[in-house]
């Protein structure tokens, strides 16, 4: 069963662990702003319809990737399928915090989206595991849910229909959601001009005697310092932290915390509504740049203080305050 299978079923939530924070691995983005080709899968099953590959012996060659505009369509890797776009660059299992299951829409082969950039997760099954490359794509005019955005695997957009995209930073990202402009200062008004008033004569004023001046008034005490906010340091887990400026629903998609990183957490915030969220149901806001508190992350995608192979793992780390 292809990868993007609606009918595949979702496998047990698993985590594994690294020793420490030390093997967290970089991986360079070499092919940055180049749309990424399709590369070699496992074996093809029986009925099944290899994906269009390129750049590899044997496969049918394709121009390299030049467009820099313009609509892409996608296409399933088997007859019927439909081709899923996710929340999050995948992996499976489905319904865990990687790809809740209500989130992910599928849409028919010859979809129109316009590809926005590219970022590197985890191959879903099927396919090489250093075959890491998803795009995040906006349905485009004429698809099933215009306007909506989410994730799609590589080599579910032919060669021949990429186009050069840059990586998906939080800077790129929210050049699709800017922040809401600050409301702009209130004008003053000027007050009306008014007749002016004749001058009354001078009262005669009686004499008066002098008193003693005051004391001097003691000087009023500093103010104490505001005191800083408490943050938490807190380490994600194997698969990384996937990050959302609203995390009511899983809404806005951020960047992603690498695998192992450990970020500040300011509090915590309860967003039960997708299931990947619970039992606990909590989200942590991350200070930490580039996020610097304006994105949050499931609870349950961080280590709170587990050591590796601790079973069962801890969802929630309730030493961080509730915002």
């Known amino acids: 069963m292809a990868p993007d299978s609606p009918s595949a079923p979702p496998a047990k939530k698993s985590r594994t662990l690294a020793l420490s924070a030390a093997a967290v691995t970089v991986i360079a983005a070499a092919a940055a702003g180049v749309g990424y080709l399709a590369a070699d899968r496992a074996p093809a099953r029986t009925g099944k319809v290899d994906v269009e590959l390129a750049g590899k012996p044997g496969a049918n060659p394709h121009p390299e990737v030049t467009r820099a505009s313009g609509v892409s369509r996608v296409k399933s890797d088997s007859p019927g399928d439909q081709v899923k776009i996710r929340p999050c660059p995948g992996p499976n299992p489905y319904g865990t915090h990687d790809c809740p299951e209500p989130a992910i829409v599928s849409v028919p082969d010859g979809t129109p989206v316009q590809m926005w950039c590219w970022t590197d997760s985890m191959a879903p099954d099927g396919y090489p595991a250093d075959h890491k490359r998803w795009f995040y794509v906006?349905?485009?005019?004429?698809?099933?849910?215009?306007?909506?955005?989410?994730?799609?695997?590589?080599?579910?957009?032919?060669?021949?229909?990429?186009?050069?995209?840059?990586?998906?930073?939080?800077?790129?990202?929210?050049?699709?959601?800017?922040?809401?402009?600050?409301?702009?200062?209130?004008?003053?008004?000027?007050?009306?001009?008014?007749?002016?008033?004749?001058?009354?004569?001078?009262?005669?004023?009686?004499?008066?005697?002098?008193?003693?001046?005051?004391?001097?008034?003691?000087?009023?005490?500093?103010?104490?310092?505001?005191?800083?906010?408490?943050?938490?340091?807190?380490?994600?887990?194997?698969?990384?932290s996937p990050t959302f400026r609203n995390p009511h629903g899983a809404k806005e998609p951020g960047e992603r915390v690498p695998a192992h990183a450990w970020v500040d957490v300011e509090c915590r915030v309860f967003a039960p509504e997708i299931d990947s969220a619970n039992p606990d149901g909590w989200w942590y806001r991350i200070v930490t740049s580039p996020w610097i508190g304006s994105y949050y992350a499931v609870a349950n995608t961080f280590m709170n203080g587990d050591v590796p192979g601790q079973s069962p793992p801890t969802n929630t780390d309730w030493s961080v305050p509730v915002c």
């Open 138 to 240: 906006i349905q485009a005019h004429g698809s099933p849910k215009a306007g909506e955005e989410g994730y799609v695997y590589s080599a579910l957009i032919p060669v021949s229909e990429q186009i050069i995209t840059p990586v998906c930073s939080a800077q790129r990202l929210l050049e699709l959601h800017p922040p809401a402009p600050a409301p702009p200062e209130p004008e003053p008004t000027n007050a009306p001009a008014q007749s002016p008033v004749p001058a009354k004569p001078p009262t005669p004023v009686a004499p008066t005697v002098k008193t003693p001046d005051p004391a001097p008034a003691k000087p009023a005490a500093p103010e104490p310092p505001t005191p800083a906010k408490r943050t938490t340091r807190e380490q994600s887990g194997s698969h990384g």
